[in-house]
């Protein structure tokens, strides 16, 4: 990502972050303003991101950083970034190669709630 105006660093000291020092990333596809996911970032993750112009995010349940599409080759291109009026989250408009979400689909958001039966879901 090209055109920041102030050090990726000093950017991350002025959000707001969760009790655990992480900051939400919502991904849309800069085409149709469909919502694809929503991960946490840490500093590097945010610094990466910026730095590479490809999207990073840090992983609670890994509790390690990782590049989306590292492993599946489903990559997310930045197209731009803006952050919410309080300074605590995040949105990044994308080019998505394939699927965002692990489970192969196109976004993470594809169970509606009126047909959603949390029976049925697997535990993790």
């Known amino acids: 990502m090209s055109g920041l105006s102030m050090d990726p660093h000093e950017m991350w000291a002025r959000m707001k972050k969760n009790s655990d020092g992480l900051v939400p990333a ?8 469909e919502v694809l996911m929503m991960a946490y970032m840490n500093e590097e993750a945010f610094c990466l991101t910026c730095d590479t112009g490809y ?24 197209i731009s970034a803006s952050i919410d009026c309080d300074r605590d989250t995040l ?9 965002a979400c692990h489970t192969g689909n196109r976004s993470c958001f594809y169970t509606l709630l009126n047909e959603w039966d949390p029976a049925r879901d697997k535990e993790e």
């Open 55 to 78: 999207m990073y995010y840090y992983s609670r349940s890994r509790d390690t950083l990782w590049k989306k599409g590292e492993t599946s080759g489903h990559f997310q291109k930045v």
């Open 26 to 33: 919502i991904t849309v596809d800069h085409e149709n303003g």
């Open 91 to 99: 949105l990044y408009k994308i080019d998505q190669t394939g699927a």
